[in-house]
């Protein structure tokens, strides 16, 4: 039987195929640093029931959750906290201390303070992450899957009106076929929330037309592997401001632990 000492000391991180997976180095190198008695493992899990096996057993005090199960882990937790709840997708789970499972949203919190650590509340009108503002600014989401509604969520806090692009038309969404260059020149902000250019298909790329691209927009990568992907290569040729993903994924990691530790 697993030791209570060993579990409360161990994090873990779900998806699938994730031996790339940027959460199992950073919370090492935390740990080795500031001498934490913790270990982080991977749970690269084929489905969602392996996923279940693992919660069940309580392996761990704390896990994160990355691609493609960021809205199948919903139904195995025993509650939500409002911010995940009002985004629909989870990349944070907490083991209490009496044993149930509460989820937690802190892409969210890496993406916005991300970008309020680049350009400052003042860039943005009114900034009050409790109230939604005006603001001129828009966003294309390229995606619709777990980390686009958190990117949408944390644009709301902003001020921001966000547009959702999928290759499937919905009323919720445009489809790329019908990005053109108003549409283009409209948002100020273009967000990549697709795997769609990582490791290792990395000369892949969004397909919107980035000739409509120019030194208004800031092109956002949520991808960090590789650190300059084709989407943010293209835009910046166009004369964009360019952000990968690797500092939102910094912040969502210290947000998770804060949670972990409360």
């Known amino acids: ?17 994730i031996g790339y997976s940027f959460s199992r180095g950073y919370f090492k190198e935390k740990f080795d640093r500031l001498q934490i008695n913790a270990q982080y493992v991977n749970f690269d899990v084929p489905d969602a ?22 809205q199948d882990i919903i139904p195995f937790l025993d509650r939500l906290d409002a911010h995940a709840a009002a985004i629909g997708a989870v990349n944070t789970v907490k083991t209490e201390d009496d044993g149930t499972l509460t989820g937690y949203n ?29 603001s001129s600014y828009k966003c294309l989401i390229l995606g619709t899957g777990g980390a686009s509604k958190a990117v949408h969520y944390a644009m709301q806090q902003l001020g921001v009106d966000c547009t959702f692009v999928s290759r499937k038309r919905s009323n ?56 300059q992907s084709t989407f943010l290569t293209k835009a910046l040729q166009q004369g964009a401001q360019i952000i990968n993903g690797i500092r939102m994924l910094e912040l969502q990691a210290e947000a998770s632990w804060s949670i972990w530790n409360s």
């Open 1 to 17: 039987m697993e030791r209570e000492q060993d579990k409360v000391n161990k994090y873990g991180l779900f998806g699938k195929d």
């Open 49 to 70: 029931t392996a996923m279940q096996e693992v919660l069940l057993a309580k392996s761990a005090a704390g896990y994160n959750v990355t691609i493609p199960y960021k």
């Open 106 to 134: 802190t892409d969210y919190i890496g993406f916005r303070d991300s970008l309020l650590e680049r350009f400052g509340e003042s860039h943005f009108s009114d900034f009050d992450e409790t109230v939604l503002s005006a």
């Open 172 to 227: 919720n969404s445009l489809q790329y076929e019908d990005l053109n260059e108003q549409i283009i020149k409209d948002h100020t902000f273009i967000v990549n929330t697709t795997p769609v250019g990582t490791f290792p298909e990395v000369e892949m790329a969004p397909a919107i037309p980035y000739q409509y691209i120019g030194d208004s927009h800031i092109a956002f990568d949520l991808i960090y592997n590789p650190e």
